[in-house]
């Protein structure tokens, strides 16, 4: 077991670009979630999965951001259009089942750092 | 929304207990409040977890009132690599389902 893994690590794009990140959750984790950070802050929820299926997503989910996990094992993120204000650190998690919705030990990968110029 | 919030820094020397408090006044009646520890350009490391009352194990003790509102992260005998910022994470229901994580501390270990 490696843990999380997030490709790329660093991405620097230019305004306007789309970018797509990769997340792989450890093996037998059924759920997935995807978290945004800037600098300075906590990191703010985003989306989750459990399997394939995307049970909540954030408002701070524009329609330019968009995730999947198509085989219920590694997810995509995906920004369209990206602008200045997409430049954050974006983190995965990946969790064992757990009662209901909890927030049931969340391990997380490195992030990928987005710089949007 | 209402926020989940924590002291924004503490300061401490090597070998004290350390107790940070999480407030968390719209949790989840089935949500567990979970810790977490991150170091810059890293992502958080957990920590502990918690339903109620109190957990502890080899690096943490966790303690929870019965109306599960806040909660307290307690460290026995930092050192100098316990230096990062502390978070915790809750479940939150209003409207949908989300999980916050509160506004985290900075911890900082004297020798």
């Known amino acids: 077991d490696t843990g999380v893994s997030q490709d790329p690590r660093h991405k620097i794009t230019k305004r306007g670009q789309n970018v797509t990140f990769r997340c792989d959750p450890i093996?037998?984790?059924?759920?997935l979630y995807w978290y945004r950070q800037t600098l300075g802050q906590g990191p703010e929820f985003l989306t989750y999965?459990?399997?394939?299926?995307?049970?909540?997503k954030s408002r701070l989910l524009s329609d330019r951001f968009s995730a999947e996990r198509p085989k219920g094992s590694f997810s995509t993120l995906e920004i369209q259009r990206t602008e200045q204000g997409d430049s954050a650190m974006y983190l995965c998690?990946?969790?064992?089942?757990?009662?209901?919705?909890?927030?049931?030990?969340?391990?997380f990968g490195p992030g990928t750092r987005l710089t949007v110029t | 929304l209402a926020k989940t919030t924590q002291p924004i820094s503490m300061d401490s020397y090597e070998g004290q207990e350390v107790n940070i408090t999480c407030s968390h006044n719209?949790?989840?009646?089935?949500?567990?409040i979970t810790w977490y520890q991150q170091f810059p350009s890293q992502g958080p490391r957990f920590i502990i977890q918690?339903?109620?009352t109190k957990v502890t194990n080899e690096v943490a003790s966790l303690f929870i009132p019965a109306d599960r509102k806040s909660s307290t992260l307690s460290l026995p005998r930092v050192s100098l690599s316990d230096t990062a910022v502390y978070y915790c994470?809750?479940?939150?229901?209003?409207?949908?389902?989300?999980?916050?994580f509160g506004t985290g501390t900075r911890l900082k270990v004297l020798a």
């Open positions: 999965f459990q399997n394939e299926a995307q049970l909540e």
């Open positions: 918690g339903y109620k």
């Open positions: 994470l809750v479940g939150e229901s209003s409207g949908t389902y989300k999980y916050i």
């Open positions: 719209n949790i989840a009646t089935n949500d567990y």
């Open positions: 093996s037998e984790h059924n759920r």
């Open positions: 998690a990946s969790s064992s089942p757990g009662a209901g919705a909890s927030s049931y030990e969340q391990y």
